[in-house]
């Protein structure tokens, strides 16, 4: 079966962030085929969350938090994103801010 590329994806949740009245934003443009997808979330007021869509054992993908024990602290925060992006530059980086952010990357990223 056909794999939806990681472009087509990252669009597609820009749309659909979009289409709720959120806004979303490509940090790191990574490889438009096969890049490993990273997902920001900004919370209002808060400190940013970060996700990583990684394959699961059932053939599927799903949404894993990273970067946890830099929560609270935006600087460590910000260097270890930029060491993946230095590291793995086929990555892909996006940021959304909008309300459910988590359940709307999860419904588009770990259905394909």
Not at 34 to 40: A, F, N, R, Y
Not at 42 to 64: C, I, K, N, T
Not at 89 to 105: K, S, T
Request: aromatic fraction near 6%.
């Amino acid at each position: 079966m056909a794999r939806l590329t990681s472009s087509i994806l990252i669009q597609s949740l820009i749309r659909k962030t979009h289409a709720e009245g959120g806004f979303a934003t490509v940090l790191h443009k990574g490889d438009a085929i096969s890049g490993i997808i990273m997902v920001q979330i900004a919370h209002r007021g808060g400190e940013p969350s970060v996700y990583e869509r990684v394959p699961d054992f059932s053939g599927g993908y799903q949404l894993l938090p990273v970067a946890a024990k830099y929560s609270g602290n935006a600087e460590e925060l910000a260097q270890y994103i930029d060491r993946r992006c230095k590291t793995d530059p086929d990555l892909w980086l996006i940021e959304l801010d909008v309300a459910n952010a988590e359940q709307l990357a999860a419904s588009l990223l770990t259905d394909c």
